[in-house]
């Protein structure tokens, strides 16, 4: 086959590369079309978060929040200005694409440095490639493909450190890994995992002073991220850790959860490792899973692997480890239809081995001998239903799980009754930014949490600043329920329209006069 | 190497012996030219799948017609589609056109169901012989050969089908022959007949496609290997597949109104249909088939459909068949051995994808059925292979003792479905019934305790004389006899091979 591809004078590589993105533009344009690449509520939200940091009334970095860990977002900075790039969500897509195939390429390589043949590599990358799961989370404004190239990147540098022991590999190592840190916090966990390793690996191989000075290096580099994230939190809400305990962390939805009685997994170890292995499944289609679970004990096995290699392949299963350990710690939730209910929630988490399944697997292919051929076909067989029965859990999770919200009424009724009326719409970002997004208005007409003296002004007089409020009555998780319900101007409203997931208030008429329409606060720091 | 004696032939006999005792009927079943459909439980017509492809012969061969009348239809239910307002069987017509000659023989005794059945046991009997023959090829003793087809017909729930009016045994014999005909020098009548068994595999049951999958694959690769297997010469393999394909074709578009439509792609009637009492006036316009493409495999059901079929105690190959497991570890074996490694690299490819595709399924229960009905051509294979571990560690006690006792506990599960009911529930649907029943073996032990057995010789004939428990006993036993003598003599063959050396 290499023979073959060397007549062309072309590099499998090159070709792996034209392949994953042709795969990569066709599918986005795929999800566009049929406008599934929105769907995700969550996909909506970082659009917007990224939005704010360029447009609105209070425009800045400080606009990045605490909510999501910030690499993504601010990567959408240099596109997400124009309107297209926001609203398609190409802005976001994008980056998930280069991300898609850079993962693709990385799993070629992983591969390659495992002395797999070229048979091997590719399957290796056409079963990360053709995953539906994959391929639609690669069209969406997620941040699922930034992490797992991220981490392929630290992963495939640690073993390329492992096998070469060039420092510059090491630090590379680092270096994904940091921006891993910045997108999830699965890459805090790689980063532990990953120093562990670094460590244990220089003081068996060398001495404990050499071993101190890696790790430290190690650490300076891949902890860099964590330490401005704190610093953020710290410059920005006055508490370093705001992000972990703040009312908008994960933690506090966690806590109402737990509450509801919802968070089954809680302190739970066989039932979180029961749901996310089944999540594991569907999003890998199962028999990939298992075909590179035997792959990885091939590869455990095998004498002609060194111990060193092994070990820095372990890495590509901390993801496993981490999303186990959240479920267990609390600090996750991850519903599985059929195990939690009748609903999907965040079942996507599953797709984060599909890498590490790949690189099993191309392995076992390579080492599969006699039954090379059976292992191909059982794959391609499994793989051809999957697609032809566009049998995608993450689709299921992003249309009709708890991770879905069809706002497109509330959002239509803005659309038709605020375009072209002058006025704010005064709304919680935390809880309806889908509504913000879909309802096409620029992000100026909007007063949220973000924008400072207006939010704080609008939320004491409301009826002196927003034509228009959107939230959910009686209930004090929406922050603007909780602050404008108590006011004495929230009497000058009167109920417009109501919707499942939000009620649309009004300012009557005879109020208008006093109405500030126009921004006034200029430049806020 | 032994030769086949005449000890083989008695084996033979033993196996018909035993066979003959599962055919199925009760005095009921016999009564009016066996004109009345009794479906409880024990009966040849308690299976729904027998029942509709039954009558579909019976309509063919009476009416000459492949529609079904209402009253036919009614009695198919639930494996009835009805699309333009005209009803037809659900399944691919395979098993109902092969049957056609014993019917007729059957209809001038006044036994037309009884001789009907017999084709699927004739099948079963074939697919003994075909284990044997490709034991041999793979160069087992004749003991081991034995062996190998008694456990495929005696110690899996292939007994339990070997009378019943199903595909299994058919498709089972599909993908055998296929296996033996791929593995021989390949003359253009071989290709011919290779076309024969593919195109029937698909008017029997359009998943054979995916079972014989590997072994076309495998021939066809071998066309540019051998210089001498031309590529031409597969021209065969059309000539004897296209006359099925057309039929096929045809059939789908006279049913269906579309070539490629099968009638499972319809979809089955209502449950409502044939209800004493309807909830909704009959429709007056057949809704259209659901656009775009839905496959019956979903990955979506891999975790679950894997579950059953290898682990639940409903339906799982280890939990009905434990043999199997040394079936998989012959299956090992052989994949070192280089001269018989093609097979069972292909045997291991039918095997996966026959458990791959039925996990996928929605329904790898199988309905209300007996084992994992669906693996049954998969157990064929693998008790080849059986074989083969046998042959290796023949002289090993603890394996021998270990065999043995899979041998016992798969005969003892095997018969009691076999002499009982193949139509236990799903688990789900076992404990939503209004009087709930056990949705594993021991809904079999139950009948049998209250002496509700299958056996058209017991009802007729011994029941006068033995209980249904004992009965069920000396069937086990007299099914353990063969095996037990198998492996004696591949023991004093190998004492007598030690003396002379």
């Avoid at chain 1, 939200?45 to 990045?64: F, M, N, T």
């Avoid at chain 2, 196996?15 to 024990?42: C, E, M």
């Avoid at chain 2, 070997?162 to 390949?186: C, D, E, M, P, R």
Wanted: charge should be positive.
């Amino acid at each position: 086959m290499k023979q073959n591809i060397a007549k062309l004078n072309i590099s499998p590589l090159r070709i792996a590369f034209i392949a994953l993105s042709a795969i990569s533009i066709y599918f986005f344009i795929f999800f566009y079309l049929n406008r599934l690449g929105l769907a995700y509520n969550d996909a909506r939200s970082h659009l917007d978060i990224g939005r704010r940091v360029v447009e609105g009334l209070k425009p800045g970095l400080a606009q990045l929040g605490s909510v999501w860990l910030p690499l993504t977002h601010l990567l959408m900075a240099p596109t997400i200005w124009n309107d297209f790039m926001w609203h398609s969500g190409l802005s976001g897509s994008i980056q998930s694409m280069i991300a898609f195939v850079a993962t693709g390429i990385l799993i070629y390589k992983f591969l390659e440095r495992l002395k797999v043949d070229l048979f091997s590599r590719l399957i290796g990358v056409a079963v990360f490639a053709v995953n539906l799961n994959v391929l639609y989370l690669q069209s969406t404004a997620m941040t699922e493909l930034m992490l797992l190239a991220t981490m392929t990147a630290g992963c495939y540098k640690l073993l390329v450190w492992h096998q070469t022991d060039d420092t510059l590999e090491l630090i590379q190592s680092a270096f994904w890994i940091m921006l891993s840190t910045l997108i999830r916090y699965d890459g805090w966990f790689l980063l532990f995992i990953a120093t562990i390793l670094v460590s244990l690996r220089t003081w068996t191989k060398k001495n404990y002073t050499t071993a101190e000075g890696t790790t430290i290096l190690f650490c300076s580099m891949g902890g860099l991220g964590i330490a401005l994230w704190l610093l953020w939190n710290q410059l920005i809400f006055k508490d370093a850790l705001y992000f972990a305990f703040g009312p908008f962390s994960a933690r506090a939805q966690q806590a109402q959860l737990a509450d509801a009685g919802v968070l089954a997994t809680k302190g739970d170890l066989a039932l979180s490792a029961k749901i996310y292995f089944y999540a594991l499944m569907y999003n890998s289609y199962t028999l990939p899973a298992v075909l590179g679970l035997i792959g990885l004990i091939v590869l455990l096995a095998d004498r002609s692997v060194t111990l060193s290699t092994k070990l820095a392949s372990l890495t590509l299963l901390a993801p496993l480890a981490f999303n186990i350990l959240a479920l267990y710690m609390g600090h996750s939730v991850l519903f599985v239809q059929g195990l939690s209910g009748n609903t999907w929630f965040n079942v996507r988490y599953g797709v984060m081995l599909m890498p590490s399944i790949a690189i099993f697997l191309g392995f076992l292919v390579h080492k599969a001998g006699y039954l090379r051929w059976t292992v191909v076909g059982l794959t391609a067989f499994v793989l051809f239903f999957s697609l032809a029965n566009q049998d995608a859990v993450t689709i299921d999770d992003a249309r009709v799980g708890s991770s879905q919200k069809n706002v497109s009424e509330v959002a239509g009724y803005l659309q038709r009754h605020a375009s072209d009326q002058k006025g704010f719409i005064l709304i919680s970002a935390a809880s309806h930014d889908a509504i913000i997004f879909t309802s096409g208005l620029p992000m100026k007409r909007f007063i949220h949490e973000g924008t400072g003296a207006y939010w704080l002004s609008a939320v004491t007089a409301p009826d002196r600043w927003a034509r228009w409020i959107v939230m959910r009555t009686y209930d004090d998780n929406d922050m603007t329920w909780k602050t404008v319900s108590r006011t004495p101007g929230f009497t000058k409203y009167r109920l417009v329209d109501h919707y499942p997931f939000a009620d649309i208030y009004e300012l009557d008429s005879q109020f208008f006069p006093l109405l500030q329409t126009e921004p006034v606060f200029g430049q806020q720091k | 190497m032994t030769k086949f004696k005449f000890s083989h032939i008695l084996v033979l006999a033993s196996a018909l012996v035993l066979l003959s005792l599962i055919i199925r009927g009760r005095p009921v079943d016999f009564k009016d030219g066996q004109t009345i459909y009794n479906t409880s439980p024990t009966g040849p017509y308690e299976l729904s799948n027998s029942i509709a492809r039954y009558i579909f012969t019976k309509t063919i061969v009476t009416r000459q017609d492949i529609f079904l009348t209402y009253r036919e239809a009614k009695l198919s239910a639930p494996d009835v589609v009805k699309f333009n307002g005209r009803y037809f069987s659900i399944f691919p017509p395979g098993v109902s056109f092969l049957s056609i000659p014993l019917y007729m023989i059957g209809s001038a005794f006044q036994l037309p169901q009884l001789f009907a059945y017999l084709t699927t046991t004739l099948f079963a009997l074939l697919n003994f012989y075909l284990i044997y023959w490709l034991s041999r090829r793979l160069g087992l003793s004749v003991w081991a050969g034995l062996l190998a087809s008694w456990v495929f017909l005696f110690a899996t729930n292939a007994l339990v089908y070997a009378n019943t009016f199903t595909q299994h045994h058919l498709s089972t014999a599909i993908t055998l022959v296929g296996l033996h005909l791929i593995f021989t020098k390949l003359h253009f009548w071989h290709l011919i007949l290779l076309g024969l068994v593919t195109g029937l595999g698909l008017i029997t049951d359009v998943p054979n496609l995916i079972l014989i999958s590997p072994i076309l694959i495998y021939g066809f690769s071998r066309s540019f290997q051998e210089p001498k297997l031309n590529i031409l010469k597969w021209t065969g393999f059309l000539v004897g597949v296209i006359p099925f394909l057309l039929f096929f074709l045809w059939y789908n578009r006279t049913l269906t109104g579309s070539f490629f439509r099968v009638p499972q792609f319809v979809g089955r009637v209502s449950d409502s249909e044939f209800a004493a009492v309807k909830v909704n006036p009959e429709p007056t316009s057949t809704p259209s088939p659901k656009k775009g493409l839905s496959l019956p495999y979903k990955p979506r059901n891999f975790p679950q459909g894997l579950y059953v079929l290898l682990f639940s105690r409903e339906r799982s190959w280890f939990y009905y068949s434990p043999l199997m497991i040394i079936g998989i570890i012959g299956l090992a074996m052989a994949l070192k051995q280089p001269k018989i490694r093609p097979i069972a690299q292909i045997s291991a490819s039918i095997i996966t994808l026959s458990l791959a595709s039925y996990a996928m399924f929605g329904d790898p229960w199988g309905g209300w059925s007996f084992g994992p009905r669906y693996l049954i051509p998969a157990s064929a294979i693998t008790s080849i292979f059986v074989g083969i571990a046998l042959e290796r560690y023949h002289r090993n006690y603890y394996f021998t003792v270990l065999f043995f006792i899979g041998l016992i506990y798969s005969v003892y599960v095997s018969s009691l479905g076999a002499l009982t009911s193949a139509a236990i529930p799903p688990k789900q649907e076992a404990r939503l019934l209004p009087d709930p029943i056990p949705y594993t073996y021991k809904y079999n032990q139950n009948l049998l305790s209250q002496s509700q057995v299958g056996s058209a010789i017991y009802n007729l004939y011994l029941g006068r004389f033995i209980p249904a428990t004992t009965f069920h006993l000396i069937f086990t036993v007299l099914a353990l006899i063969c095996p037990v003598y198998f492996v004696l003599a591949r023991w004093k063959a190998n004492s007598h091979e030690t003396k002379h050396s």
